[in-house]
């Protein structure tokens, strides 16, 4: 099983990236997808979950309205759009899976998890 992410880099204040989380060896259809990010010195933040199975989505409020979880089981791909970024929201990001369906917006127990992109939002 691998999970891959990609998408990250630097952007100003206010701008905008689109995540991708690539995965092979497993059907995204049969798990919920989750995004994490951690950033120096913070705990690690699960913020955005998406069920495989039927497209359910949620999202802890500091990212509500600015990020979108999306799905392609066809490309057995997780997107994360990332709107009107901030300083904040600079971090690795990780997305990882769980058999089944969303427990909320925040996964409770992996069963794998992608190697993490970097996301920095200049001032």
């Known amino acids: 099983v691998q999970l891959v992410e990609s998408g990250g880099g630097l952007v100003q204040a206010g701008g905008s990236l689109r995540l991708s989380c690539a995965a092979s060896?497993?059907?995204?259809?049969?798990?919920?997808i989750g995004w994490f990010r951690q950033a120096p010195g913070k705990e690690q933040e699960g913020f955005s979950c998406i069920s495989g199975i039927d497209g359910s989505t949620y999202y802890k409020d500091s990212v509500k309205d600015r990020f979108t979880i999306s799905r392609d089981n066809a490309k057995n791909s997780v997107y994360l759009q990332m709107n009107s970024l901030k300083p904040e929201d600079s971090a690795v990001y990780y997305c990882a899976v769980e058999f089944g369906i969303c427990p909320g917006y925040k996964l409770v127990r992996a069963d794998y998890w992608g190697q993490g992109t970097q996301v920095t939002v200049s001032s």
């Open positions: 060896g497993l059907s995204l259809a049969d798990y919920a």
